[in-house]
């Protein structure tokens, strides 16, 4: 069993489209994050939850929705998207606090069409 | 406005020779930095970090060195196997939940 599992894997989807990315981390830690990776830039962070809370939203658009109903969980509801969105989303958990790495999932390969 | 920098987009290196990742960083209020590697279809695995009280940390075949008036930091591989090879990122954070990642270098390791 993986630290940080998310699900799927990978996302095909259309402009019009709903879905919801899922997050589960097994670690016992208090700090969740949604990071997003396109090619040749660096992992841009998206949110950040601690204990429950979100305490970064990093400018991104409302067509991306985070919630956190708990420690464990994290998803990330997708509406509307633009093409420009596809990318690799990656989940991440941290014991919080700061000064302490963070552990990722594998990703979910995000494809708009 | 990046804040942490990877400039050199790939590397490559003998098995058996020394890796030298570098990045550099632009916020000087940054008290933390890391080192992630990633291999394709995984996500990024914590290597090895160092707090800004210090200027090396080592683990085994790795170690981090760090120049705070240059603001800069390596990432030193040595020796270098084949199954090094991977995208390497380096990150920082001050005192934060927060995490701010370079663009990567990716490492190749020959035989």
């Known amino acids: 069993e993986t630290g940080v599992t998310q699900t799927p894997r990978h996302l095909v989807m259309g402009m019009t489209n709903k879905k919801s990315l899922k997050c589960e981390q097994h670690l016992g830690h208090n700090a969740m994050y949604w990071y997003k990776q396109s090619a040749k830039k660096p992992l841009e962070l998206m949110f950040v939850y601690s204990l429950e809370e979100r305490v970064e939203n990093n400018s991104v658009p409302s067509r991306f929705s985070p919630e956190c109903p708990n420690s464990s969980h994290l998803f990330l509801h997708l509406h509307t998207l633009q093409p420009e969105d596809s990318a690799l989303y990656l989940c991440?958990?941290?014991?919080?606090?700061?000064?302490?790495?963070?552990?990722f999932g594998q990703g979910t390969r995000l494809t708009v069409v | 406005d990046q804040q942490v920098k990877q400039n050199s987009p790939s590397l490559s290196v003998q098995e058996g020779r020394i890796s030298i990742l570098n990045c550099d960083y632009t916020n000087s209020m940054f008290d933390y930095f890391l080192w992630y590697k990633k291999y394709p279809a995984e996500g990024p695995t914590f290597l090895i970090s160092?707090?800004?009280?210090?200027d090396k940390n080592e683990d085994g075949r790795f170690t981090v060195f760090l120049n705070k008036s240059a603001k800069h930091l390596s990432l030193h591989i040595v020796p270098s196997q084949p199954g090094d090879s991977a995208v390497y990122f380096c990150a920082a954070t001050r005192n934060t939940d927060k995490l701010i990642f370079g663009t990567g270098t990716r490492l190749q390791v020959f035989p």
């Open positions: 160092i707090s800004s009280i210090k």
């Open positions: 991440a958990s941290s014991q919080g606090g700061g000064r302490t790495e963070a552990f």
